[in-house]
């Protein structure tokens, strides 16, 4: 399933719910944020069963514990980096995005039509230009010059 969650009024995802719990689990949402699965109402994150065992594991665990949740949810830990790096970028090649959902690789090949708005074209705009060529043409076509009115003088 694909959830969203808002912090302080902003609006961020789709992402999928493990990603939320390492960010729980990281400190980059609280317990008071809010999340929502598709189109579901807002619900504050302490409150959702589904990440119910995370609130408990952030509320009730030791801080130990909470430590090595923290070493091992962390995307950016230096320590799990590889010394050899070619290794690691020939494994990357050999098995990029195998162990995704179909799902999140279907919504990364469609971010582009879920992200941007969509630009919907006038059609107001194209009908006032359309009645104003015809508007000209009527004039080129049935155009008159009127004579002046002649005022003559009385004779002599």
């Known amino acids: 399933m694909i959830w969203y ?4 009024r902003e609006i961020a995802g789709p992402i999928p719910l493990p990603a939320i ?3 729980l689990i990281l400190g980059r949402l ?10 579901g109402p807002w619900i504050r994150i302490r409150n959702c069963p589904e ?4 609130c ?13 949740a923290k070493r091992y949810a962390d995307e950016r830990n230096h320590a799990r980096r590889s010394a050899n790096r070619a290794e690691k970028n020939d494994l990357r090649r050999r098995e990029r995005r195998a162990s995704e959902p179909q799902q999140i690789v279907e919504l990364r090949a469609n971010r582009k039509t879920l992200f941007e ?5 006038s059609w107001m ?5 359309a009645c104003i060529v015809v508007l000209a043409l009527a004039a080129v076509l049935f155009y008159q010059p009127v004579n002046p009115i ?3 003088l009385p004779g002599r």
């Open 56 to 68: 408990k594991q952030i509320l009730e665990g030791s801080e130990e514990a909470l430590a090595v």
């Open 117 to 121: 708005p969509r630009k919907e074209r």
């Open 51 to 54: 990440l119910e065992s995370t």
């Open 5 to 8: 969650y808002r912090r302080n």
């Open 150 to 152: 002649k005022i003559g």
């Open 30 to 39: 609280g317990l008071n944020d809010e999340v929502r699965q598709d189109d």
């Open 125 to 129: 705009g194209y009908l006032l230009i």
């Open 21 to 23: 719990e390492r960010y």
